[in-house]
């Protein structure tokens, strides 16, 4: 370990409160805790990081199901350099945070999920990174991303005709989380990789941000968001951009960072996993839908209360099961088909 990061300067300072963050978790440990699930934090930006360290290491550590490893900053910024780092992480299930990146480290992070289909989201108002050309360009032409989804965008910022590929087609707006925000726990659950990008927070929230709007999400929309995923079924690589100590006059970007960290935490603490197609643990509902002369299988997992439905393939082989909700399927035994599984089914 460290061949590859070096302290922070944050691990040597005093944090009275013995239930503090700051003296629960490990600081550059040697080794990772077997038993519990595992969540290691990497800072890139060493001034970025710290700046957020010294806010969460002030917040409260009421888990008891995570181990916390703070490996310190990297000392080498070059994808070269930090894409073994993140493989390692990635391949042995361990949950990996990014504080301090920028969307340079992009081509980084999705190369440490290359052994493997995964889903990747940008949560950001207007899409610039989702749609910036080269990153476009990669995920265009990756055979590994499965789905790339844009969370919290706003419609009067975005042209939402660029979602209609079916890469595309899992993303929701901000006004449809707003309205059920139970809604987007779907859309969540398979999500692999997180690019969080500050600036979908609006301005009032953190006026330290660069390019924040006055509409946006509120800091406990974002934090409900960043719960979601870490309750979600996935080993998560979450990078955090968008935060800059020069502007954040007051810590309140540092404060709302170290706030969705700790959400993340509090998900990845009350985790539990399920298996849609475990037969031991589910329940089964057949649901035919005569205005469309199809018929969807949905199932129930006993274990949490969550909704999958069976996409249809062309064969037997082709089908798979798409994260829903309850709604979805009260909307189809109505004979109605939600627009998840609509843009899904393609018809």
């Known amino acids: 370990m460290k061949n590859w990061f070096k302290d922070s300067e944050v691990f040597f300072e005093i944090f009275e409160d013995s239930q503090s963050m700051a003296n629960k978790i490990q600081k550059a440990p040697d080794k990772f805790e077997d038993k519990k699930k595992v969540l290691a934090l990497i800072g890139i930006d060493e001034t970025k990081a710290d700046s957020v360290r010294r806010e969460l290491y002030k917040t409260t550590f009421p888990f008891e199901n995570v181990f916390i490893a703070d490996l310190g900053n990297v000392r080498n910024t070059s994808s070269e350099f930090i894409i073994p780092i993140l493989k390692e992480l990635v391949l042995n299930k361990i949950n990996v945070l990014l504080i301090g990146s920028d969307s340079s480290q992009f081509e980084s992070q999705i190369k440490s999920f290359e052994h493997n289909f995964f889903n990747i989201a940008f949560v950001e108002k207007s899409g610039d990174i989702l749609f910036d050309e080269k990153i476009h360009n990669k995920l265009i032409k990756s055979k590994n991303i499965n789905k790339a989804k844009l969370i919290a965008y706003q ?62 999400l509120t800091s406990e929309e974002a934090c409900q968001i960043m719960k979601y995923l870490g ?84 064969n037997k082989s082709n089908s798979y099961f798409l994260p829903c909700s309850e709604d979805d399927y009260l909307k189809a035994t109505k004979n109605e088909l939600s627009s998840r599984i609509f843009n899904e089914l393609s018809l």
């Open 155 to 216: 419609t009067h910022l975005f042209n939402t005709q660029k979602l209609k590929p079916k890469l595309l087609n899992n993303s929701m707006r901000l006004g449809k989380y707003r309205n059920d925000y139970k809604e987007i726990e779907p859309v969540l659950r398979d999500v692999d990789m997180m690019m969080f990008n500050l600036d979908s927070i609006r301005y009032s929230e953190v006026p330290g941000i660069k390019n924040t709007s006055p509409s946006g």
């Open 231 to 314: 309750l979600n079924t996935k080993t998560n690589l979450i990078d955090i951009i968008g935060y800059d100590p020069k502007f954040d006059f007051h810590s309140q970007g540092a404060m709302l960072v170290s706030q969705l960290i700790w959400y993340y935490i509090d998900g990845l603490d009350q985790k539990t996993s399920d298996d849609s197609v475990s037969h031991n643990s589910i329940s089964k509902f057949v649901v035919e839908l005569n205005e469309y002369d199809i018929s969807l299988e949905f199932v129930q997992s006993s274990k949490t209360g969550r909704w999958w439905v069976k996409i249809p393939g062309n």
